[in-house]
């Protein structure tokens, strides 16, 4: 049985992937076809609920520059706002918010129905049909045939999921939602090379069990900014956050149990994330620490159930009850929801071209945690990315890949395909080499116009950008012209402003170096002309205040790029190369690096390799080019 | 996260063409190569004559000033090649200057401090095959020579970063990962994450520990030069004591005509061996005696002249002839040098006494070799190994042998000096790890090693992270 419609592009699982990757494609112009197993949980937080965080706040804002839908939704259901490292420089600067769960995933799928071109679905896919060496659709559950020119599967923890509490174990894509078993194994049979890793979930408590009263409280930012450019207002209900801590007794609880815990008693195969371990996991590892912190944060406006972070475990649930009152605050908590872990299937990531399309199978794309890794921000600029290249190779259009110069996508993605993963991959902002130049601040800037051409983004907005440009570039040019000088009423100001004076001619945008000083402070000094744009003026300060390594990270960039376009050519045989380890030929053959910048990256290569590839590629070009 | 090393091809590359090692010779060459290239030489260039515009491929004669002061180093002969047209395919610069390697290393310097970066090794070939400045059927060959010469940049290497030293800049580098780590923790993990932190000052004391011992080694850069340039041994002595044998002794060849006729040895004959790396370059002389032979008794004047410049002189002397007026006159001579008294031909019998050498003006005893038997030989290579690295600080722990490792010792201390200022001040601590990532870069440079995802395994070995 075949359905009667081709469509363009199929994507399996609507979670943070697959909803950027089905909306990107069909406002794209593709006729896209978007499943999920059950059309209640389409965006669910399964974890915790919140989006952004330090590095993944800029993923956000870059998917929202490219006109990805998470930040907008983010921004309508957010009731508790955060900046981090304030303290800190822009470029590190991340912003992070807390959502109604609910809400959450109700907006998406709105959003998701009323788009042209995209068809919502309910159904388990089985199956990829493929033909020669290209994808041809997918089968599901019951045998019926979905023809599709391209199918982007982001299947989350779904694939082999395996939910571990205790000693109990059972198949679940999620706690209460089928495993995805059949499409896993499918992998396999056509030649993937998988992996099992792990992840976890704290436990819900019930709020009203909970006694605030010994506990710090902690509220939102009073001003915070959207994620979205394209946001106007954010609601105004505020929830609050709790702090409280682990106690020794409930370390006790943990040593003296250990035995019961799927991840000391050997259950537990797959690789969990060092930057997010278990509650059992901190204590062992951690001996020395006596008390570990624990968030309580509200999972909606309308619901009791609060996300226990910090409480995560896989022990049995009479365990799970007295660990989780042995907390200051929790004497009397009720759990609704268990702590678990999960194991599921994921494919290594090298096996992926720069697109995300498979290099075994054409017409195939993986994204999310299907790659290895972990976070709905990290998850929805796959989709996006993966949802733009699919539409762009169905159109016969040059693929849209950003480097690791111009976006922490870049990064990612490069870093997936390249390195591959050996635990659940997080972004952070020590991962971007060129972090400086890649700020929460600048996402519009830096990928506004890609948006735009790839049709994601309206023109009156690319115009609006461009204005905002000129601005900023009028603006350096006029703070760079205008001099004051030292006279004592100059230095008078300056003083008040707590700087020092001044010896000689400075303008002001020297001024503005200065740490102490930001754009406000200059109107004391009268005299130019102000701008009235608070994102302009607030470039314009950081662009100061970073100016020397603003300058040096783009020189470094330049030379990053140039090295990205020294291409390998696609036919290198490796193994005739002489100055190679037999581990680096592996190595090269498995990922065909499409650039000497990309094979520089590659684990393990050393100069000497880099020079001989370096050699060979340029003579196995000049002899194909004399051959044809 | 990565930084890109030095197979970029767009940076501006420069070294001494002209081999280093052995006696300094007439001319010294320095080659540039890069599109910085004319910059440089218009830089540091003073032309005798007005030039307009320099022409491809056209001698110009003038002075190489600093790149600071424009203090004049040296009188040179400058020559730019246009690309395509030179060794390399890209625009090269080449200085004749005066052959004196230190002469040599000051004005690389200031080509350095112009904008050009130290070649590796092979480089130059490198380019000159990727602008097809070479036959395809030569990769191979290329590939080669590259691999090789890194190779052999890595032994010398070993032999200039002994032992300690190689150790130190490891450590170094652990410590700087460290600092990375601490400051990573504070940026990525600090307020997500709730991860209890040390303040980032504290690290300023490590930093400013690193500085300082960076300081001292690129100071030793002068001591460890003797590594790369070598020392020179002068063998005098009177006639017939076994100058010209024990030459061949110590290189294992037969260098030198060995005759029992007083006099044989009347050129300058040159021997070079390595011993522990060092290179030693020795020079047999003449056997001094008075003589009415005119061109021997200029040689001999010549042997005087000779062992007057060496670094050690080492006087031969006889123990089956005696002590001769001679010999007491030669060692005399060598009073206030550094001297090392060699008595030869111990497998004969001895025919001197204490007094002798007392009378002679020796305090100490000689040392005693047969050149026939090869009895002391290596006793005698070690005190000459042991002459040469006396006095200079540091001799058990190595030294920083290579101008290239020496830059890259100067931009690291700059860095760590950038960002512990940084730090102290409390100000953004990203540019702070900017800093600390490019200062483990350059020490990279040296050992060949890359700290990579090094960073993140210690900041998770280190602090408990997590939700």
């Keep these: 049985m075949t359905s009667l419609k081709e469509y363009d592009v199929i994507v399996v699982g609507a979670g943070h992937a697959g909803c950027e990757a089905a909306l990107a494609a069909s406002r794209m112009g593709c006729s896209t076809l978007l499943f999920n197993i059950n059309l209640d949980s389409i965006a669910l937080m399964s974890c915790n609920p919140a989006i952004g965080g330090l590095g993944k706040g800029q993923l956000v ?14 921004d309508k259901t957010a009731c508790h706002f955060r900046l981090l490292n304030r303290s800190k420089g822009p470029a590190v600067q991340s912003s992070r918010c807390q959502c109604d769960k609910q809400l959450y995933r109700l907006a998406m799928k709105t959003v998701i129905e009323r788009q042209e071109n995209l068809f919502l679905r309910q159904g388990l896919v089985d199956e990829l049909v493929v033909e020669g060496r290209r994808v041809t659709g997918v089968l599901d559950s019951t045998g019926f045939f979905f023809p599709g020119k391209t199918v982007i599967i982001t299947a989350g923890t779904f694939l082999n999921g395996l939910i571990h509490i205790g000693r109990s174990l059972q198949p679940a894509g999620r706690a209460g939602e089928i495993a995805s078993i059949h499409l896993a194994e499918n992998l396999k049979k056509l ?7 792990k992840t976890g979930t704290p436990p819900r408590l019930k709020a009203s069990s909970i006694d605030f009263s010994v506990l710090e409280r902690q509220d939102s930012d009073p001003d915070p900014r959207p994620f979205s450019f394209a946001t106007e207002r954010l609601r105004k209900e505020r929830l609050p956050s709790y702090f409280s801590a682990t106690s020794a007794e409930t370390h006790r609880i943990i040593r003296d149990n250990i035995q019961y815990s799927p991840l000391y008693s050997g259950a537990i195969q797959g690789v969990s994330a060092r930057y997010c371990p278990s509650l059992e996991d901190k204590v062992m590892r951690f001996a020395d620490k006596i008390s570990h912190p624990v968030v309580l944060e509200f999972e909606g406006l309308e619901t009791e159930e609060m996300y226990a972070k910090g409480l995560g475990n896989s022990l049995p649930l009479e365990l799970q009850e007295q660990l989780v009152q042995s907390v200051p605050g929790l004497e009397e908590a009720e759990i609704m929801r268990s702590a678990y872990a999960i194991e599921y ?21 993986l994204a999310g945690q299907t790659n290895g890794t972990s976070g709905y921000e990290e998850a929805a600029a796959q989709g996006l990315w993966a949802g733009i290249n699919a539409a762009l190779a169905v159109q016969r259009r040059k693929p849209f890949i950003l480097d690791r110069s111009e976006a922490y996508m870049g990064v990612m993605i490069d870093d997936l395909i390249t390195r591959g993963v ?19 601040d600048n996402a519009t800037i830096r990928l506004l116009k890609r948006g735009y051409e790839l049709g994601l983004i309206s023109k009156d907005v690319a115009r609006e950008l461009e204005e905002k440009m000129r601005m900023i570039q009028e603006g350096i040019q006029g703070l760079s012209a205008k001099k004051i000088y030292p006279v004592a009423e100059t230095n008078s100001i300056l003083e008040s402003l707590n700087t020092p004076p001044i010896k000689n001619a400075t303008s002001l945008y020297q001024l503005l170096k200065r740490s102490e000083l930001t754009y406000r402070d200059l109107d004391a000094l009268g005299g130019w002309n102000g701008i009235e744009d ?21 020189e470094e960039a330049q030379k990053f790029k140039n090295l990205e376009k020294r291409l390998i050519p696609s036919g290198m045989n490796y193994n005739n190369i002489p100055g190679l380890s037999n581990e680096l030929i592996k190595k090269l053959t498995l990922i065909k690096p499409i650039s000497i910048g990309q094979a520089q990256r590659i684990p393990g290569m050393t100069q000497a390799g880099l020079n001989a590839v370096l050699i060979f590629a340029k003579k196995f070009e000049q002899e194909s080019e004399t051959e044809s | 996260m990565c930084k890109i090393h030095t197979i970029v091809q767009e940076d501006t590359i420069a070294a001494i063409a002209t081999p280093v090692t052995g006696a300094a010779g007439g001319i010294g060459v320095i080659r540039v190569s890069g599109a910085d290239s004319e910059g440089i030489c218009r830089t540091l260039f003073r032309p005798r004559f007005k030039v307009e515009k320099f022409e491809d491929r056209r001698l110009y004669f003038g002075d190489v000033c600093s790149f600071d002061k424009g203090h004049i180093l040296d009188e040179v002969l400058i020559a730019l090649m246009k690309a395509p047209h030179s060794y390399t395919g890209e625009d090269v610069l080449e200085i004749h200057c005066h052959g004196n390697p230190l002469l040599l290393e000051s004005v690389l310097r200031e080509v350095f401090k112009a904008g050009a970066r130290p070649a590796e090794p092979g480089e130059f070939t490198k380019r000159a095959f990727m602008n097809n400045r070479m036959d395809l059927t030569q990769a191979e060959a290329v590939a080669e020579l590259i691999s090789a010469r890194t190779e052999q940049g890595a032994q010398n290497a070993v032999y200039g970063l002994q032992g300690i030293l190689t150790d130190e800049i490891r450590k170094m580098h652990s410590s700087l990962v460290d600092v990375a780590a601490l400051i990573e923790t504070s940026i990525d993990f600090s307020e997500d994450e709730n991860v209890n932190m040390p303040p980032l000052d504290q690290t300023v004391t490590v930093l400013d520990e690193i500085v300082c011992r960076i ?17 020179s041994v002068v063998i005098t002595g009177s006639t017939n004591v076994g100058k010209s044998s024990l030459l061949n002794r110590l290189t294992g060849q037969q260098r030198a005509i060995v005759a029992d006729i007083p006099g044989t040895t009347r050129d300058f004959i040159d021997a070079e061996i390595a011993i522990r790396g060092l290179p030693v370059r020795f020079t047999d002389t003449a056997g001094i005696r008075n003589s009415g032979d005119f061109l021997e008794k200029e040689s001999v004047l010549y042997a005087w002249e000779k062992a007057g410049q060496a670094d050690l002189v080492l006087i031969l002397i006889d123990v089956h002839r005696g002590i001769s007026d001679c010999d007491t006159q030669i060692i005399k001579r060598h009073e206030n040098k550094k001297r090392l008294v060699v008595a030869n031909k111990i497998d004969l019998p001895h025919h001197f006494s204490s007094e002798d050498l007392k009378r002679a003006g020796l305090e100490t005893e000689p040392l005693f070799i047969s050149c026939k038997t090869n009895t002391g030989i290596d006793s005698l290579k070690e ?25 890259a010792l100067e931009k690291t201390a700059e860095a760590i000096s950038k960002a512990g200022h940084q730090l102290a001040e409390n100000s953004m601590p990203e540019t702070a790890a900017y800093e600390i990532r490019e200062a483990i870069y350059f020490l990279e440079t040296i050992t060949g090693e890359t700290a990579d995802s090094e960073i993140l395994d210690r900041i998770f070995l280190n602090f408990c992270i997590g939700k």
């Design chain 1, 61 to 74: 804002k870059e998917v929202d520059a490219l006109g990805g839908e998470m930040a907008r939704i983010a």
């Design chain 1, 345 to 365: 299937d994921f494919v290594q990531p090298t096996q992926l071209t720069g697109t995300l399309e498979t290099k075994m199978i054409g017409g195939l794309y």
């Design chain 2, 383 to 407: 005190e000459i190994y042991k002459y040469a690295v006396a006095g200079k600080s540091r001799s058990e722990q190595g030294f920083v042998v290579n101008l290239r490792h020496k830059h």
């Design chain 1, 422 to 440: 050996d635990e659940p991959y997080r972004m952070f902002t020590s991962r971007a080499e060129y972090r400086l130049i890649l700020r929460e």
């Design chain 1, 191 to 197: 030649g993937f090379e998988t992996g099992r890793m």
């Design chain 2, 215 to 231: 300081e001292e080694m690129v100071l030793s850069y002068e001591t460890g030069k003797i590594y790369r340039d070598g020392i």
């Design chain 1, 534 to 554: 608070t994102e302009v003026k607030r470039q314009i300060e950081i662009e100061a205040k970073y100016e020397g390594y603003i300058k040096r990270q783009k």
